[in-house]
């Protein structure tokens, strides 16, 4: 007897891997799009070169968003700056050899940021990999060494299979606190070469949390509750982490003082009548500091900028939550939280007493008065007067990028930021040529927010090629360029230290505003008096512009040295 079901016809096996076949012309470089798509990137940065090809060609036959600049070390700051700004990791395109190892600088900013660059980059032919020295072009002995001691992790690809796993578990370490760039490299030959892999649409990468243990969260909050004088140092974790509220309630319910480190400015606000601001380099400051029978320090391995100079040495108990292991206890013993900035604190909110102090807020004003003091007694009029300047006029939720610049050193410790994640810096690695590039990645990002880069001449100097990048992607970007024909703050360095000496530090440089003009950038030069308003008409104005102030700043006097 026939029953209905008996007479339904099933695909045969060879009709059935027609069916799953992909299409025709597939390469490794579409494994590596599709991976990209599957774990959520719409973006990438970078330019291409003659091993990169295969990734490149596969980029444009997708819907991924290129956003290519003239260098590479460039693209690898733009890229930075999206990844502080989306909190998502941002892929980084990158050739073989000279390719790669330009971009090496802007992968140790992101290190020392905590920045989750993804980069990929191609290698020579798989034969001539292994260490044979066969002549390939871009050659290296070993690529990726060069790179192993700056990035995260280093993942390697060697055949088609192996592409979506390499990538997913990069992209998972570079979005595990801490957050971080990471390395991919795939040869040539693996990039271009056809496969009949499916196409990639199911790749798991989730980052791993990194909590608290509840003993040492229950021994900080029982210290902290009781404390007479508790501190918080809050650092570039907390913003990193999104944990800016839970810090504010922790210091409210605490009636702590909080200090923000240049890496975390914006963790607090500003004008609350608990805060410190960001005056680190400051000797009345650290001495508050070291007066703290408890200091909470949240997101920082208190290094060099954030101890003035390391001479800060507390005197009471420290507990410092950190989520990168190698900074517990580095500069400071004391009790270490292995954790990220958001898990912490909210564990120490579920633990500990609020603590009744209403001298807490005179204490604060006693010691910024006493910075106010000192300043008050220096001649640095104009350098705070440009700092109040730029502040008016820069949009409270815009993105401001800072070279290393002199006018940057002032921002660290005198410019409020207004919101969390708005004002960064590579003070991390205190490499040149930061500022523009990643404000350009910044506009990519936001691109209905008006973005500030401030460079120094010299710093400027890095990043020009990227101005026909602003051109080219319509970007809504204000360079500040302040020029005092020098690398000024060098100039300033050499001349205390070598009985007013200074070598190399005085430069050429072109007609900025001409030069900006002949990349199609709208370009003027302003003053002391007139950037207030030159500034806000060219953060209002959609599309780059440029803006040069000549002006030779100085800092204000150190207390590290005394």
């Known amino acids: 007897m026939t029953h209905d079901h008996d007479l339904v016809l099933r695909p045969t096996a060879a009709q059935t891997a027609a069916a799953l076949a992909p299409p025709p012309g597939r390469t490794g470089g579409d494994l590596v799009v599709e991976t990209l798509r599957s774990l959520g990137a719409t973006t990438v940065f970078g330019l291409p070169g003659q091993h990169a090809l295969g990734i490149f060609d596969a980029v444009g036959r997708s819907d991924l968003r290129l956003i290519g600049l003239r260098v590479e070390n460039n693209a690898g700051f733009a890229a930075d700056a999206y990844g502080r700004l989306t909190g998502e990791a941002v892929p980084l395109l990158l050739s073989t050899g000279p390719g790669a190892l330009t971009a090496l600088p802007a992968l140790a900013e992101a290190a020392a940021a905590s920045a989750p660059v993804l980069a990929i980059a191609s290698q020579v032919p798989s034969a001539g990999l292994g260490g044979g020295r066969r002549g390939h072009l871009h050659e290296l002995r070993d690529q990726a060494a060069s790179f192993r001691d700056v990035v995260k992790s280093v993942h390697v690809a060697r055949t088609p299979s192996q592409i979506p796993s390499v990538i997913a578990e990069a992209w998972e370490s570079a979005l595990s606190a801490p957050h971080g760039p990471v390395w991919v490299e795939i040869p040539e030959d693996v990039l271009r070469a056809e496969t009949f892999i499916p196409q990639v649409t199911g790749v798991d990468a989730t980052p791993h949390e990194l909590a608290p243990r509840p003993e040492l969260t229950a021994l900080a909050a029982h210290w902290l509750e009781r404390a007479e004088r508790p501190v918080i140092i809050a650092g570039g974790g907390v913003v990193r982490s999104d944990a800016s509220k839970k810090l504010r309630e922790l210091a409210e319910r605490l009636n702590a003082p909080v200090v923000t480190t240049f890496g975390g400015k914006g963790a607090f606000p500003w004008t609350h009548p608990l ?103 220096q001649d640095v009029a104009l350098e705070r007067s440009l700092l109040t300047s730029i502040r008016s006029a820069l949009p409270p939720r815009s993105p401001s990028f800072w070279d290393m610049t002199i006018l940057a050193y002032w921002a660290w410790s005198a410019f409020d930021p207004k919101h969390p994640n708005t004002m960064h810096s590579a003070q991390g690695a205190g490499g040149l040529g930061y500022a523009f590039p990643a404000a350009l990645g910044a506009c990519v990002a936001e691109p209905d927010t008006p973005v500030l880069a401030v460079s120094g001449d010299g710093g400027a100097m890095y990043s020009l090629a990227e101005l026909a990048t602003a051109r080219q992607y319509d970007l809504d970007v204000t360079w500040l360029i302040v020029d005092d024909g020098g690398y000024g703050i060098l100039r300033a360095y050499m001349t205390d230290a070598f009985d007013g000496r200074a070598t190399g530090t005085d430069l050429t440089r072109p007609d900025f505003v001409a030069l900006a003009e002949s990349f199609g950038v709208p370009a003027a030069t302003t003053t002391p008096a007139t950037l207030r308003e030159d500034l806000k008409k060219s953060l209002s104005t959609p599309g780059p512009s440029v803006l040069v102030l000549p002006a030779t700043l100085k800092m204000f006097t150190p207390t590290h040295l005394a």
């Open 275 to 377: 805060s410190l601001q960001s005056w680190l380099e400051d000797r009345h400051m650290t001495d508050f500091l070291e007066d703290a029978d408890v200091l909470l320090v949240v997101g920082s391995g208190l290094g060099e900028l954030s101890s003035n100079y390391h001479t800060f040495f507390p005197e009471g108990r420290v507990v410092q939550i950190e989520a990168d292991l190698g900074k517990l206890e580095s500069n400071h013993a004391g009790l270490g939280i292995h954790a990220d900035a958001r898990l912490a604190l909210q564990a120490l909110l579920e633990t500990v007493a609020a603590r009744p102090d209403p001298s807490a807020p005179e204490r604060v004003r006693s010691v910024l008065a006493a910075v106010a003091d000192r300043l008050s007694t």
